[in-house]
């Protein structure tokens, strides 16, 4: 995974362009699932790993976005996700919408 993500991150800082990372609650990665099953967790942690990429590249301009059909659990993923941000010392804007 990370050398297919790599190359963008890299474009990305070449440009000074900023990335959305975006996790989907449907389309949550086969591991994701088996580790972490169809949670707003699973959410958090899949947008925390690829953003922990970007970090490893010192790339910083990045945006967070969760995207959930059901409003309830787009909120627990969000608050999940600001929750960690705080505990990892993290301060990236959330996208909402």
Request: hydrophobic letters at 45%; aromatic letters at 12%; one cysteine or more.
């Amino acid at each position: 995974m990370v050398e297919a993500f790599t190359p963008l991150i890299e474009t990305c800082k070449k440009f000074d362009r900023a990335m959305r990372i975006g996790t989907n609650h449907g389309s949550l990665s086969a591991r994701i699932l088996s580790f972490y099953g169809d949670s707003p967790r699973g959410m958090v942690e899949s947008a925390i790993e690829f953003a922990d990429m970007c970090r490893a590249l010192d790339y910083h301009n990045f945006v967070f976005s969760m995207k959930a059909s059901n409003p309830v659990v787009m909120i627990q993923g969000y608050r999940l996700l600001a929750a960690e941000m705080y505990r990892l010392g993290w301060d990236y804007p959330l996208h909402l919408g």
